[in-house]
């Protein structure tokens, strides 16, 4: 053989056993990562469910891939997303946000685990056969927004008591966001308020909403739990601040942004815990031996500044209660 074959054949071989090499390697797991609002909004949350991954061992472009969906507020692009997912391979789908995800991935696999996000109790749904022994491929982390929907209609009583008319926002298309404004419109008529329901179907619909908030003379305002309104938090405290109208809401970064008050569980730990199960799950647990997470400690947080600016005094033991306050 001449030098000049003999070296060719000699770089053809290195290339087929370096192909062969690299063709033995395992594949990094998929986790799929399922949405329907918005990433510009929930970075924070991004964040924290790789947290959760790395309390495993798991770290995204070392030993794991995660592919991203967003909704962008289009909860009709789901089903579509979490069926690419499948495609995709994924080891696990992380379907956050709250119900639409999770039904969306649930009509995508029977097989592939589901580690979900929500506000909504997941029993209620039909989504899990009980919070300790989920069965099937669903499990994740729930904050029972609905059952403290009540407590955020008190807290609101307390730092309005002369206000007689109660605002509710809620997604007309998500029903954990309907549940939740039915607890909250429930227990206000008991405390004597008339309560307003202003219903949106896409975060196009608030400015509307908003109009119709003032058209109905609305003496506080409850803006329920929503990926739609969590992607647009920052639009929503605005057009709040444009009314001078006192809200409370669920989340710490409503207030963080300007909001008036909050009561709920940490969102970022909640989207940890879900990190968490995946890389549990990616060790070889099941969804149905591991119990629904449910959000156990509720921080209360008030703007001072934006009391202010509405001219509110917020009572003293109201203050005493607040895990923060912000000045």
């Not at 070392?62 to 909860?75: D, K, M, S």
């Not at 749904?125 to 009540?150: C, D, H, K, Q, Y």
């Not at 109009?211 to 920052?234: C, G, K, N, W």
């Amino acid at each position: 053989m001449k030098r000049r074959e003999f070296i060719a054949a000699l770089g053809g071989t290195a290339a087929a056993w370096s192909f062969t090499v690299h063709a033995q390697q395992p594949a990094m797991p998929i986790v799929g990562f399922l949405n329907g609002a918005s990433p510009t909004e929930l970075e924070s949350r991004v964040v924290a469910f790789r947290n959760g991954l790395a309390e495993g061992g798991y770290i995204e472009g070392q030993n794991v891939a995660i592919e991203f969906r967003w909704g962008l507020g289009q909860y009709d692009r789901l089903p579509q997303m979490a069926v690419d997912l499948v495609r995709r391979g994924a080891a696990v789908i992380a379907a956050t946000g709250g119900v639409p995800s999770v039904r969306a991935a649930r009509a995508a696999t029977s097989d592939i685990p589901i580690v979900f996000t929500m506000g909504a109790d997941p029993v209620a749904f039909g989504l899990v056969a009980s919070l300790n022994r989920p069965g099937g491929n669903i499990t994740g982390v729930t904050l029972l927004s609905g059952e403290i929907a009540s407590k955020r209609v008190a807290l609101a009583r307390d730092l309005l008591p002369g206000a007689t008319t109660l605002g509710v926002l809620l997604n007309a298309t998500t029903p954990a966001s309907e549940a939740e404004a039915a607890v909250a419109e429930r227990v206000a008529r008991t405390l004597g308020w008339q309560v307003k329901l202003l219903k949106i179907i896409k975060g196009e619909d608030l400015d509307a909403a908003f109009r119709s908030l003032m058209r109905e003379r609305v003496d506080a305002l409850l803006v329920t739990t929503d990926p739609i309104f969590e992607s647009q938090r920052h639009r929503i405290v605005a057009l709040v601040a444009d009314r001078a109208v006192p809200a409370i809401y669920a989340l710490r970064e409503y207030v963080v942004a300007g909001g008036l008050m909050s009561y709920g569980a940490s969102i970022n730990d909640v989207y940890r815990q879900a990190g968490a199960y995946a890389g549990r799950i990616l060790k070889g647990e099941k969804p149905a031996d591991l119990p629904v997470i449910q959000a156990s400690k509720f921080d209360l947080f008030i703007n001072l500044k934006t009391a202010k600016t509405l001219g509110i005094a917020v009572p003293p033991a109201l203050l005493a209660l607040a895990d923060e306050v912000i000045e």
